[in-house]
């Protein structure tokens, strides 16, 4: 009896893995409201940019090239945005999700680690900082710079303000 028992153990298992695939399978990965929320709000910037490149790791959501700097859209969930309520660990096998989500946090760090070693600077925008788009403006802005004023070529990318009086 004792090897039945174990026969219904890794059905179980395995139909337990087959379900969290097909309900992962459901949600898009690119082109997700905050994706184009961030892509709006740097065209509006000024910004020109590529998207998904799939030669970069990690494949950034938006590339800006002249300034290699890869910019990756975060859902809060799925990487576990640090203080954001919508990070949160569902009460159904726990277990599972504590570690997709540690999968999920490996990989973007060795995304980062690996862009950074081929000279892109790398972005992350949470999906919660997505919300209002003025300040999600400021927030791309002061990232955006802060990674060109480490650049060695001092590309200015603040674009110039609108002098022009109505």
């Known amino acids: 009896m004792p090897s039945v028992n174990r026969s219904i153990k890794n059905a179980q298992v395995e139909r337990s893995a087959t379900n969290a695939r097909s309900f992962m399978a459901r949600f898009k990965s690119a082109n997700t409201k905050p994706e184009v929320q961030v892509r709006r ?26 300034l290699r700097t890869a910019i990756f859209v975060h859902g809060c969930f799925w990487h576990q945005h640090p203080g954001c309520k919508a990070a949160r660990i569902p009460k159904s ?29 790398t972005v992350v925008v949470w999906e919660c ?5 003025r300040d999600l403006r400021t927030v791309l802005l002061h990232r955006v710079a802060a990674n060109a004023q480490n650049d060695q070529f001092g590309i200015n990318v603040i674009p110039p303000l609108d002098t022009q009086s109505g």
């Open 41 to 66: 709000a740097l065209h509006a910037l000024g910004f020109r940019f590529r998207l998904h490149r799939k030669d970069l790791p990690g494949t950034p959501d938006i590339v800006l090239p002249k």
């Open 129 to 133: 900082e997505t919300k209002n788009e």
């Open 93 to 121: 096998n726990p277990v599972f999700w504590t570690n997709k989500f540690k999968k999920n946090e490996t990989r973007d760090v060795a995304n980062i680690v690996d862009l950074k070693a081929r000279g892109w600077a």
